[in-house]
């Protein structure tokens, strides 16, 4: 924390998706880092690749503010605890700033984040094509909501710095928010590595300078911290953590990378501590383990290294016969079922303690918000215990007959359906839990645990 005290935080919102937030957040992040600046890092929404690209850039771990995951004291907690000792927070919005869920337009919107956490917005705007047009755009973000204020604009996909300031002085002479800088059109800065669309690995660290490099070029940072001052958040309670009471072991590798860390954050509060390993890596489990958690990721990308690795299957399947819980989402539900297979059409043969077998697709298969109930008594709770999840994924799962559904799920537009599976104290499903949005549920698991 800076000796003065202060503080800057501000919501980078696009226009519409694709407008570049995700490289200007990653720029901006690191070019303020590389001052020495802490910076929090946010992002709004359920995404969990952009958070290990905001971690990768600011130093720091990023977390989801989502308002269909958290209440308003949730995602105001979250907040104070993540910036209270930076110097700034940047938090990257999703999608347009004002396309939400609700039929208000705003439910689960950037705006709605900027509006509840009382932070101003930074437009990002797509400007290839575009001149004088952009002032009645950035008019109509500025006036849609008098709330929400709107302190300045960067333009993203610019042709050339002279394409930059004829976006200037058309802001300047219609007293408009201000252009504070703008990333020019390059290849360069696409984000490189791309599976089905997604990113699959670390970020280059000479990439993410060279971008830093950009914005400090392009970008005029002071302006940036000036207009988005506000008062310094303060700390949460002191809450102090219980003894170590179990110990939850948590895939992490390549393969299984998915993982909202708020989930694992909740449940020290009730005793539990995460040890990681490497399905792709370790022969063997930790020692002294009293459950498993595998997240998501690109267990397809590794399906042939995940099936060769037989002594890790093998205590795994002796770990579930030892009646201890085990628990998949997404990639990790793949790694529970019988059989995967590759986009080439390889069958490789995963644990085999779920029925069913997965098959990768390229085309996606399901995307959204999800709300559930479990079915039966369980690692979550006695039937009907209620959860919200978000499910994204390209794979589908062949089930056998008369199997035992782990949720009732419903979607956005209240379609019902029977979600992931369950087999003795072993249970996987494609959505991924946010556990925040039922700690009873937690803590029921952290109980599981303990037995």
Same mark, same amino acid.
């Given at each position: 924390m800076n000796s003065k005290g202060e503080f800057s935080g501000f919501l980078l919102g696009g226009v519409n998706s694709g407008s570049g937030k995700t490289t200007l957040a990653l720029a901006l992040m690191r070019a303020f880092a590389r001052r020495g600046l802490a910076v929090a890092p946010f992002k709004c929404g359920p995404d969990y690749i952009d958070p290990s690209f905001h971690r990768q850039a600011a130093g720091r771990p990023s977390a989801n503010l989502d308002t269909f995951f958290l209440d308003d004291r949730q995602l105001e907690e979250l907040f104070r605890r993540r910036a209270t000792d930076c110097d700034m927070a940047i938090v990257e919005g999703v999608m347009g700033l004002f396309d939400g869920t609700g039929s208000d337009f705003r439910q689960g919107s950037s705006a709605e984040i900027a509006l509840k956490l009382e932070l101003p917005v930074i437009l990002v705007v797509n400007a290839r094509g575009l001149s004088g047009s952009i002032a009645p755009l950035v008019k109509g973000f500025a006036d849609w909501n008098p709330q929400l204020r709107i302190a300045g604009v960067i333009a993203d996909f610019t042709g050339s710095a002279a394409h930059a300031e004829i976006l200037a002085r058309t802001l300047e002479t219609a007293q408009l928010p201000p252009l504070l800088?703008? $990333?020019?059109?390059? %290849?360069?800065?696409?984000? #490189?590595?791309?599976?089905?669309?997604?990113? +699959?690995?670390?970020?280059?660290?000479?990439? =993410?300078?060279?971008?830093?490099?950009?914005?400090?070029?392009?970008?005029?940072?002071?302006?940036?911290?000036?207009? +988005?001052?506000? #008062?310094?958040?303060?700390? #949460?309670?002191?809450?102090?953590?219980?003894?170590?009471? +179990?110990?939850?072991?948590?895939?992490?590798?390549?393969?299984?990378?998915?993982?909202?860390?708020?989930?694992?954050? =909740?449940?020290?509060?009730?005793?539990?501590?995460?040890? %990681?390993?490497?399905? $792709?890596?370790?022969?063997?489990?930790?020692?002294?383990?009293?459950? $498993?958690?595998?997240?998501?990721?690109?267990?397809?990308?590794?399906?042939?290294?995940?099936?060769?690795?037989?002594?890790? =299957?093998?205590?795994?399947?002796?770990?579930?016969?030892?009646?201890? #819980?085990?628990?998949?989402?997404?990639?990790?539900?793949?790694?529970?079922?019988?059989?995967? +297979?590759?986009?080439?059409?390889?069958?490789?043969?995963?644990?085999?303690?779920?029925?069913?077998?997965?098959?990768?697709?390229?085309?996606?298969?399901?995307?959204?918000?999800?709300?559930?109930?479990?079915?039966?008594?369980?690692?979550?709770?006695p039937p009907g215990t209620p959860l919200r999840g978000h499910e994204f994924h390209y794979s589908t799962m062949e089930l056998p007959a008369g199997g035992t559904a782990l949720f009732d799920a419903t979607d956005p537009r209240g379609r019902g359906f029977r979600a992931g599976t369950v087999s003795g104290r072993v249970s996987g499903s494609y959505i991924h839990l946010a556990l925040a949005s039922n700690p009873t549920a937690a803590r029921h698991f952290a109980g599981e645990l303990a037995k």
């Open positions: 800088g703008y $990333l020019q059109r390059n %290849d360069c800065w696409r984000l #490189p590595e791309r599976h089905l669309g997604l990113s +699959t690995g670390p970020l280059d660290s000479g990439w =993410l300078d060279a971008l830093a490099e950009e914005a400090e070029r392009t970008i005029d940072l002071d302006q940036l911290l000036a207009l +988005t001052r506000r #008062p310094q958040p303060e700390p #949460p309670p002191v809450e102090l953590l219980p003894p170590v009471q +179990t110990r939850l072991g948590v895939a992490r590798d390549a393969a299984f990378q998915f993982h909202y860390e708020e989930n694992f954050e =909740l449940l020290r509060k009730f005793g539990v501590a995460t040890v %990681d390993f490497s399905p $792709l890596a370790d022969s063997e489990l930790p020692p002294e383990l009293d459950g $498993l958690w595998f997240g998501g990721g690109y267990p397809e990308l590794y399906a042939e290294q995940l099936a060769s690795n037989t002594s890790l =299957l093998e205590a795994i399947r002796d770990f579930a016969g030892r009646n201890r #819980p085990i628990y998949g989402e997404c990639g990790g539900y793949l790694y529970l079922a019988e059989t995967l +297979t590759d986009l080439e059409g390889r069958s490789h043969r995963m644990t085999a303690l779920l029925p069913g077998h997965a098959t990768m697709n390229r085309r996606l298969a399901a995307l959204g918000y999800r709300e559930l109930v479990t079915t039966v008594p369980g690692i979550f709770g």
